[in-house]
């Protein structure tokens, strides 16, 4: 019998009835219910089960087809009543005695644990690495050894300033942490999407996170570097202008997590079995070429889509195009690392690929979503201490800095020393200690042992150390007086900034100004802005004249250089995005606008072509049901055009009938479609009947040749091959303001 909803003002009367549960499984509970149950189809394959993807942590609880869960309390205690609270009387008070409910309303109050002070913002996938070149030359790790041996991975993209709502497509670096499960331990490769950093010493970490979040007083702005704080800091820190010229570059705003490029940023050690140390820089390499979106789409995206880069991953992976990179090691030994113009501990430094070649040794894969997002993604703890043995630390300072940071950390966010009993961060391989107690202990100790040395024999006396197989850290000799010093070798801090920039194509230096001008155009201070530009003069003096002039500033002086910098630092290909872009649009999605009518031989054509190319696409439309085609076909659409802009696609195409363009012509959100794909210089497919809305947006006379006929179905194959080309870059000068005549 069900409570009835008062229908007028009348006071209720005094003996209200009991409001009973719902069945919650397909039954008419009628409109009056305080929780109207979704009706469950009888045949639906109705699945539970607690997530707990590596099988730890207590009994998970499955049921199958056909059967329905018993609602419990943690402790297991089979719930009566869920809708109401246990009272002295129908209209009394709350009775403390109510465990379900306490129980139910302390757990909801401590369901957020405090996001990370970085890096907040993350999304992360499970695969494998697959060893495809043995390092045991160089390195006695056990990963590194035999060919074809897949080590389970774990991989969390982020962002860093943006707090854990934020929206993915900050201008930011981008976080890309491995976590590997090796036989011999767990390995945090724990690295960014940019190979150096801002600062040099770990000191200064919390002053550049602190710079670039929001004020203290005001709280804003959220996930932006665009403020005076930020560039107050950075100017007055000159060692971060070579990272700089990556942030204001469009690594900063990559297409996807796919198609970043990953770093281990430090050197690194590796150690072989005779303890022979070789030095290393890690590279992840995506097999899916570089890609990045342009500022003005990153700004709009943030509006249609704030999860584009979750969406796009887990969409991917979901769809069967499982990411991959290889992983590469630039190699070198004390005599390079002598030679060489940089300091190899200064993370402010690359090492140009052309004078070490990357080799690569192996592949990462990711092939599977989680199985819930705060179990694994929000509870994945990354070390930079975790290192298995073959593989050590440099004396990077900043290297040395995180190697305190990370585990301290993880206590404050996961509560206590025991995350490492969390299924995500335990490592898959035997582990044997006398560590006990302590919050959450999930894997104490058996026996009565819990020391050593001790004297109760191999069966009881448990583990014991093994100096042959266990982690021997690489014996460096150190010396000297105890001091707060920066070595002078890390003095130069604008020639390779120099060198990244004049490795850009004339397209991609025009967006680093771009972005330097718009930043700086949010800064209010006048002497913030200038004193960067001062920066710039060492740097490029045409970027920084440009800069100069986009800001109506008159040009500063240089600033004073700590060290004179090396202007003819050869370019590198390897730092273009351009130049590293995928040789096919597959994985690309196209964006197909249709409208009741169009042309159905030239949609199929089309779709058939994207197939070929290993591409995918979504349809947009005036109405979600979709639009029924010339032949009668009915096509669903994914979005209502208000909620599909084509910032979303890699490429575009419309196909409308004549009625539907006239329809869209009037419609501000199509008109948006086409001039935002043309601004942003994308490739467009254009169906016989489509021009009215070009005309309409204002851009029917300045189409170019990336804008490709879809008037015929033979056409199609033509425009999915030049949408390989991604953008039509020349389109740019002819749209932006800030173009310059000379780019
Ligand atoms: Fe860090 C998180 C990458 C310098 C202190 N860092 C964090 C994450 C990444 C990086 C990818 C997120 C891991 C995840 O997905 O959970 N951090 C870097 C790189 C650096 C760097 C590539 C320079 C080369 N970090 C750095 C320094 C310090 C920290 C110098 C402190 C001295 N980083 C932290 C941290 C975080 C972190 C506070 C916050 C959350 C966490 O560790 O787990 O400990």
Redesign the pocket.
């Known amino acids: 019998m069900m409570a009835k909803k008062p229908t007028s003002t009348k006071p209720l009367p005094r003996s209200a009835k009991k409001i009973t549960p719902p069945d919650l499984v397909g039954a008419d509970v009628g409109g009056e219910s305080p929780q109207k149950a979704s009706p469950v189809p009888d045949d639906a394959e109705i699945s539970f089960a607690f997530a707990d993807p590596l099988g730890g942590g207590g009994e998970t609880h499955q049921v199958a087809q056909g059967e329905v869960a018993t609602l419990t309390t943690q402790q297991g205690i089979p719930v009566a009543d869920d809708q109401n609270s246990l009272k002295q009387g129908s209209r009394g008070p709350t009775l403390l005695e109510d465990f379900h409910f306490r129980e139910k309303i302390f757990h909801f109050d401590h369901e957020r644990i405090p996001e990370?002070?970085?890096?907040a913002r993350?999304y992360a996938a499970h695969g494998f690495f697959e060893l495809t070149d043995s390092l045991a030359d160089v390195s006695r790790a056990d990963i590194f050894q035999r060919v074809g041996e897949r080590t389970p991975a774990f991989v969390?993209f982020?962002t860093v300033a943006g707090n854990k709502g934020s929206f993915d497509l900050a201008r930011d670096v981008r976080?890309?942490?491995v976590k590997l499960y090796t036989q011999e331990g767990n390995w945090d490769l724990?690295?960014?999407n940019i190979p150096v950093?801002f600062?040099q010493d770990?000191i200064k970490?919390p002053d550049l996170v602190h710079s670039v979040k929001p004020a203290p007083d005001r709280e804003f702005p959220q996930a932006a570097s665009a403020h005076d704080n930020f560039w107050d800091f950075i100017s007055l820190t000159p060692e971060s202008f070579h990272m700089i010229m990556w942030t204001m570059s469009d690594r900063a705003i990559p297409r996807s997590f796919r198609t970043m490029e990953g770093f281990g940023?430090?050197t690194f050690r590796l150690v072989d079995a005779a303890g022979k140390s070789t030095f290393v820089k890690f590279h992840w390499k995506p097999r899916q070429g570089l890609q990045s979106v342009v500022w003005n789409e990153a700004v709009k995206i943030n509006g249609a889509d704030p999860d584009f880069h979750r969406r796009d991953l887990w969409d991917a992976i979901n769809g069967g195009d499982f990411p991959e990179w290889d992983l590469g090691v630039q190699l070198f030994d004390d005599a390079f690392a002598d030679s060489f113009d940089f300091d190899v501990l200064d993370?402010t430094k690359i090492i140009p690929e052309e004078l070490v070649p990357v080799r690569v040794v192996g592949r990462l894969v990711l092939d599977r979503v989680v199985d819930n997002f705060f179990a694994e993604t929000e509870q994945?703890?990354?070390c930079t201490q975790n290192v298995p043995p073959g593989i050590d630390f440099s004396n990077d300072p900043?290297l040395q800095?995180?190697n305190f940071?990370?585990l301290?950390?993880?206590i404050k966010?996961l509560g206590g020393p025991n995350f490492t009993h969390i299924p995500i961060n335990a490592p898959k391989c035997p582990m044997a200690h006398f560590q006990q107690d302590g919050h959450m202990a999930m894997r104490n100790p058996k026996g009565r042992v819990n020391y050593e040395p001790n004297s109760w024999g191999a069966a009881q006396g448990g583990p014991r150390e093994d100096p042959a197989r266990g982690f021997t850290s690489f014996a460096e000799a150190a010396d000297g007086p105890k001091q707060r010093v920066r070595s002078e070798s890390f003095a130069d801090h604008y020639s390779q900034a120099r060198q990244f920039y004049v490795s850009q194509t004339p397209i991609e230096q025009k967006h680093i100004a771009d972005a330097l001008v718009f930043e700086l155009s949010k800064v209010e201070r006048p002497d913030i802005r200038s004193r960067t530009v001062s920066h710039l003069r060492n740097i490029d003096s045409t970027l920084a004249a440009t800069v100069a002039d986009g800001l109506g500033l008159p040009l500063p002086d240089a600033a004073v250089a700590a060290r004179t910098p090396i202007a003819d630092l050869p370019a590198s290909d390897k730092l273009s995005i351009v130049k590293n872009g995928p040789a096919s649009f597959r994985g690309r999605k196209l964006g197909i606008l249709i409208s009741d009518g169009a042309d159905a031989a030239i949609f199929k054509a089309l779709l058939a072509a994207v197939d070929a190319e290993g591409a995918v696409y979504e349809v947009v439309a005036p109405k979600i049901a979709g639009a029924t085609l010339s032949d009668g076909t009915t096509v669903a659409a994914r979005h209502k055009i208000d909620g599909g802009p084509s910032v979303l696609f890699d490429a575009v195409a419309v196909i409308v009938s004549a009625a539907g363009a006239a329809l869209l012509s009037r419609d501000a959100a199509a008109r948006d479609f086409v001039t935002d794909a043309f601004a942003h210089c994308k490739y467009i497919g254009i169906g016989a009947e489509a021009e009215a809305i070009f005309v309409a947006a204002g851009i029917a006379e300045d189409l170019d040749e990336a804008c490709l006929p879809l008037g015929r179905p033979g056409q199609a194959a033509t425009f999915v091959e030049a949408c390989r080309g991604l953008r039509y870059w020349p389109r740019e000068l002819t749209v932006d303001l800030d173009a310059r005549p000379e780019a």
Request: glycine residues 12%; without cysteine.
């Open positions: 990370r002070v970085v890096h993350g969390r982020s976080g890309f942490a724990v690295g960014n950093f600062i770990a970490f940023v430090h993370a994945v703890a990354f900043l800095g995180r940071s990370y301290d950390t993880q966010r």
